[in-house]
């Protein structure tokens, strides 16, 4: 089925250690974003991107990287893992001017920082 | 900064019943989306209904409705005839009409049916 794919579902990392997030879509959208969603907090924007080559900061950036080389890939860096980035990530996309279609999300990572 | 505030951490309902959840939101734009979105205990987010705010009608979507009231910024989403399956996390969320199009959510309302 079309839509957004995140890898991966569940992972366990050590302080200090770096992984990154794979997210892929497949309709060919524009737009793509990475939240995180803690237990009480709603989902905060990490990054986002209007397309290939182009990012940008949301609210809350920091120990976060992101590149966007092609319109289907939107990959989110963690590097030096803390246990404050113990969370569930959403990685999401949408087509621009479709604003009242809200977002396709994919079904989240929820990683913990030990 | 537009910011949205869903009042109710957590509320419950008779299967069957009606329940209505709470969501205000500021802005200064006078053109926006506003969405409800739902997030069971598989994590996945779905969308359950949309509204423009320059459509004065309400949203409906079989048994969900919106009550969107521009003036006050408040939009809540009326659940009817609550099945088990209505159990879950509730997200409202903003959009603004331009710029990035981020969405903005509030902090949850979680939901539980009572068989």
């Known amino acids: 089925n079309a839509g957004v794919t995140q890898t991966p579902k569940f992972r366990i990392l050590k302080i200090g250690q770096s992984m990154t997030l794979q997210c892929t879509q497949d309709?060919?959208?524009?737009?793509m974003y990475w939240y995180r969603q803690d237990p009480g907090m709603g989902l905060k924007l990490i990054y986002y991107?209007?397309?290939?080559?182009?990012?940008d900061k949301g609210e809350v950036p920091n120990g976060y990287n992101v590149s966007r080389s092609t319109t289907e890939d939107f990959p989110l860096r963690l590097e030096l893992a803390a246990p404050s980035q113990t969370s569930v990530y959403f990685c999401a996309s949408s087509y621009a001017g479709a604003r009242n279609y809200g977002y396709t999300f994919g079904s989240g990572t929820r990683l913990t920082v030990v | 900064a537009q910011t949205v505030t869903q009042s109710q951490p957590e509320m419950s309902v008779q299967e069957a019943e009606t329940v209505t959840l709470s969501c205000t939101y500021d802005t200064s734009e006078s053109d926006y989306y506003l969405f409800w979105y739902k997030q069971p205990p598989s994590r996945q987010m779905i969308l359950v209904i949309r509204?423009?705010?320059?459509?004065?009608q309400n949203a409906t979507e079989n048994r969900f409705s919106v009550n969107f009231q521009k003036a006050a910024k408040s939009f809540s989403l009326k659940i009817s005839d609550s099945q088990l399956g209505d159990a879950a996390m509730y997200f409202c969320?903003?959009?603004?009409?331009?710029?990035?199009?981020?969405?903005?959510f509030g902090k949850g309302t979680k939901l539980t049916v009572n068989p």
């Open positions: 991107s209007v397309g290939a080559g182009i990012t």
């Open positions: 509204q423009e705010a320059y459509k004065q």
């Open positions: 309709m060919n959208h524009n737009y």
């Open positions: 969320a903003y959009r603004s009409q331009g710029g990035s199009e981020k969405l903005v």
